[in-house]
């Protein structure tokens, strides 16, 4: 199982259809604890990158609505 920290050390973070900053706070705060610590990086796949893939200066993959799992599968 992952903890919360293995999140902040982990080498990369894959965000699937997740808006950390929104829907899980305590997720936030460690992947930009990491992030500020230049511990890791976040990849998130998504339609848009929202505030808070950019405040953890996470790199877009993207992805319509409803696409994801076909985004990740290619």
Request: avoid cysteine; aromatic fraction near 6%; charge should be negative.
């Given at each position: 199982?992952?903890?919360?920290?293995?999140?902040?050390?982990?080498?990369?973070?894959?965000?699937?259809?997740?808006?950390?900053?929104?829907?899980?706070?305590?997720?936030?705060?460690?992947?930009r604890k990491g992030v500020t610590a230049q511990r890791n990086r976040v990849f998130a796949v998504a339609p848009f990158?929202?505030?808070?893939?950019?405040?953890?200066?996470?790199?877009?993959?993207?992805?319509?609505?409803?696409?994801?799992?076909?985004?990740?599968?290619?």
């Amino acid at each position: 199982s992952v903890t919360f920290a293995d999140l902040e050390k982990a080498p990369a973070v894959l965000l699937v259809a997740f808006e950390p900053e929104d829907e899980g706070g305590i997720v936030f705060l460690r992947l930009r604890k990491g992030v500020t610590a230049q511990r890791n990086r976040v990849f998130a796949v998504a339609p848009f990158a929202s505030r808070g893939v950019e405040r953890l200066r996470g790199t877009l993959v993207p992805a319509a609505p409803g696409t994801e799992a076909e985004v990740l599968d290619a």
